[in-house]
């Protein structure tokens, strides 16, 4: 295990949901399990009006979500990690000198020896990245000289190509690439990384993970909630913008790339980054009708109670063409992928919650097994990123009797069955590894400039095309059946239950 430094967080945007939600949750989970430097000290930046007192009691000691994790701790054990929490009010703008900033970060920093190494973490709107990373600049606190200086920034990073690469070019020109951390919490779930592990570490996947032994993969991601109190945001963005482009192409990426030469945080991302720009870019009408589909959901009855459709939601526009379910089939060009199609989707308001990977696997060449009913039972490797995470093969055995009659098996492992069933939140891991500089894990700026190539045609074709629909779909329901025109000769897509085992086709209705 690396050793981490003595160091110091810096939060702006303290006062918001994230830190007392996400932040601190995570960072008790490491408090706990003693994974915290012994110098550690964490300052809250915001322009609301708070004592240090007033913000310890905000997250930490009147927080409603560590209600849980600290039932069992002692008032000592909590106060303790409480007293790692100081707050420094910015007035009224965080585009002003940051001189009595830099001065408070200075006293902590000789109080507690936090040897001038500093986190800076932008929980803030995107529009504020570069107004505090140059205010931070005029203070020298990107100065490396004495301590490392690390810059987190929250997505979403950018609206379109463009805005990507304008906010790249405002932040890499006070802070260097190396301090740059662009967070993608998808990236830090444990079943996500495992992509990596099950394809390169095992022999029975490494050598078939190709268009030889590959039909086709499936990308599934769903929520059975709506756009909640997000309305006003989701509008704007939209579920490309919001899920596609960054955290199911970051999934796209690690089933794509190529063999990175070791580890490391730089060869595993150089990898990344060369998958993503093998995407084959649509950019013509017909294409881009041919493999893309977007939707809306539609009010319904659920478990007996009425929900509302989209244009309904709080801050949604009444006549609004946002998507609310997005379904794209592409191809990557290279060696390894050739002709292989992707299928990936993803929508609110679907049966269940799930994100899932499935790798379909060709046919034998030669099927002596012929009248076995094996048609449309294809090999399967699913890897459930969540909920009931784990991994699910699929693959054929001789029912008991006279003949051979073929029936589809499972052989399953679930991460709950492991002995030591610690498995780290998604923040409490990125937090860790940004303390340790390990940015394996986090967006470098061409990684997320070319999601943002692939992107972008799509994103234009549905706003300004000649020949674009928006589908309606029936809230509870797996997405509009348009979708399916996308799936070539047979294929249906697998509609996944709550569990990892569930067989598709159909959803539980109560």
Same mark, same amino acid.
Request: charged share 25%; with cysteine.
């Given at each position: 295990?690396?050793?981490?430094?003595?160091?110091?967080?810096?939060?702006?945007?303290?006062?918001?949901?994230?830190?007392?939600?996400?932040?601190?949750?995570?960072?008790?989970?490491?408090?706990?399990?003693?994974?915290?430097?012994?110098?550690?000290?964490?300052?809250?930046?915001?322009?609301?009006?708070?004592?240090?007192?007033?913000?310890?009691?905000?997250?930490?000691?009147?927080?409603?979500?560590?209600?849980?994790?600290?039932?069992?701790?002692?008032?000592?054990?909590?106060?303790?990690?409480?007293?790692?929490?100081?707050?420094?009010?910015?007035?009224?703008?965080?585009?002003? +000198?940051? !001189?009595? /900033?830099? #001065? $408070?970060? %200075?006293?902590?920093?000789?109080?507690?020896?936090?040897?001038? =190494? @500093? &986190?800076?973490?932008?929980?803030?709107?995107?529009?504020?990245?570069?107004?505090?990373?140059?205010?931070?600049?005029?203070?020298?606190?990107?100065?490396?000289?004495?301590?490392?200086?690390?810059?987190?920034?929250?997505?979403?990073?950018?609206?379109?190509?463009?805005?990507?690469?304008?906010?790249?070019?405002?932040?890499?020109?006070?802070?260097?690439?190396?301090?740059?951390?662009?967070?993608?919490?998808?990236?830090?779930?444990?079943? +996500?990384? !495992?992509? /990596?592990? #099950? $394809?390169? %570490?095992?022999?029975?996947?490494?050598?078939?993970?190709?268009? =030889? @032994? &590959?039909?086709?993969?499936?990308?599934?991601?769903?929520?059975?909630?709506?756009?909640?109190?997000?309305?006003?945001?989701?509008?704007?963005?939209?579920?490309?913008?919001?899920?596609?482009?960054?955290?199911?192409?970051?999934?796209?990426?690690?089933?794509?790339?190529?063999?990175?030469?070791?580890?490391?945080?730089?060869?595993?991302?150089?990898?990344?980054?060369?998958?993503?720009?093998?995407?084959?870019?649509?950019?013509?009408?017909?294409?881009?009708?041919?493999?893309?589909? $977007?939707?809306?959901?539609?009010?319904?009855?659920?478990?007996?109670?009425?929900?509302?459709?989209?244009?309904?939601?709080?801050?949604?526009?009444?006549?609004?063409?946002?998507?609310?379910?997005?379904?794209?089939?592409?191809?990557?060009?290279?060696?390894?992928?050739?002709?292989?199609?992707?299928?990936?989707?993803?929508?609110?308001?679907?049966?269940?919650?799930?994100?899932?990977?499935?790798?379909?696997?060709?046919?034998?060449?030669?099927?002596?097994?012929?009248?076995?009913?094996?048609?449309?039972?294809?090999?399967?490797?699913?890897?459930?990123?969540?909920?009931?995470?784990?991994?699910?093969?699929?693959?054929?055995?001789?029912?008991?009797?006279?003949?051979?009659?073929?029936?589809?098996?499972?052989?399953?492992?679930?991460?709950?069955?492991?002995?030591?069933?610690?498995?780290?939140?998604?923040?409490?891991?990125?937090?860790?590894?940004?303390?340790?500089?390990?940015?394996?894990?986090?967006?470098?700026?061409?990684?997320?400039?070319?999601?943002?190539?692939?992107?972008?045609?799509?994103?234009?074709?549905?706003?300004?095309?000649?020949?674009?629909?928006?589908?309606?779909?029936?809230?509870?329901?797996?997405?509009?059946?348009?979708?399916?025109?996308?799936?070539?000769?047979?294929?249906?897509?697998?509609?996944?239950?709550?569990?990892?085992?569930?067989?598709?086709?159909?959803?539980?209705?109560?």
């Amino acid at each position: 295990m690396n050793k981490t430094a003595n160091q110091m967080l810096v939060i702006f945007g303290a006062s918001g949901d994230l830190t007392a939600r996400k932040l601190v949750p995570a960072l008790f989970n490491l408090y706990k399990a003693k994974q915290l430097p012994e110098n550690f000290v964490v300052l809250g930046v915001s322009r609301s009006n708070m004592t240090d007192g007033e913000f310890r009691k905000k997250v930490v000691q009147e927080s409603t979500y560590l209600k849980d994790k600290v039932k069992d701790a002692s008032l000592d054990f909590i106060n303790t990690f409480a007293d790692k929490f100081f707050y420094e009010d910015l007035g009224e703008d965080y585009n002003k +000198v940051y !001189n009595k /900033l830099a #001065t $408070r970060i %200075s006293d902590l920093n000789n109080k507690f020896s936090t040897g001038e =190494n @500093y &986190i800076f973490y932008l929980s803030t709107p995107p529009s504020l990245y570069e107004v505090i990373a140059k205010n931070l600049s005029e203070q020298g606190l990107n100065n490396e000289t004495n301590g490392w200086k690390r810059i987190i920034v929250e997505k979403p990073f950018g609206y379109s190509l463009e805005t990507a690469k304008k906010l790249n070019i405002g932040l890499q020109t006070y802070f260097n690439e190396s301090q740059i951390y662009r967070i993608d919490h998808y990236l830090g779930k444990e079943t +996500v990384q !495992n992509l /990596l592990v #099950t $394809r390169f %570490s095992n022999s029975i996947f490494e050598p078939l993970w190709n268009r =030889n @032994y &590959i039909h086709h993969i499936e990308i599934t991601n769903a929520e059975s909630v709506g756009v909640e109190k997000r309305g006003g945001y989701y509008d704007k963005s939209g579920a490309l913008r919001d899920m596609f482009q960054n955290h199911l192409l970051q999934i796209v990426s690690l089933i794509v790339m190529e063999p990175p030469i070791d580890a490391s945080a730089q060869e595993i991302r150089n990898e990344k980054v060369k998958a993503l720009k093998s995407l084959r870019i649509m950019r013509d009408e017909e294409t881009l009708y041919n493999n893309t589909v $977007r939707g809306q959901y539609l009010a319904s009855v659920i478990d007996g109670k009425k929900v509302k459709g989209y244009r309904e939601e709080e801050g949604v526009d009444p006549n609004s063409k946002t998507e609310t379910y997005a379904a794209i089939k592409f191809f990557v060009d290279n060696w390894r992928w050739k002709d292989v199609p992707f299928y990936v989707r993803t929508a609110k308001r679907m049966p269940t919650k799930v994100t899932e990977v499935v790798i379909h696997f060709k046919s034998p060449h030669h099927q002596v097994f012929k009248n076995s009913d094996m048609n449309n039972k294809d090999n399967q490797l699913i890897i459930r990123i969540q909920p009931d995470e784990g991994i699910l093969i699929k693959f054929g055995v001789k029912v008991p009797g006279q003949g051979f009659t073929v029936e589809r098996a499972n052989l399953d492992f679930y991460y709950s069955n492991l002995a030591d069933n610690n498995v780290m939140d998604a923040y409490e891991r990125l937090l860790l590894d940004a303390m340790q500089g390990d940015a394996t894990l986090y967006a470098r700026a061409d990684e997320v400039e070319a999601a943002w190539e692939f992107v972008d045609p799509i994103l234009d074709y549905w706003k300004n095309g000649s020949d674009v629909n928006i589908y309606g779909y029936s809230s509870g329901v797996w997405g509009p059946t348009n979708s399916d025109r996308l799936l070539e000769g047979d294929l249906k897509w697998r509609n996944p239950g709550e569990n990892l085992a569930d067989d598709p086709g159909f959803c539980v209705i109560k």
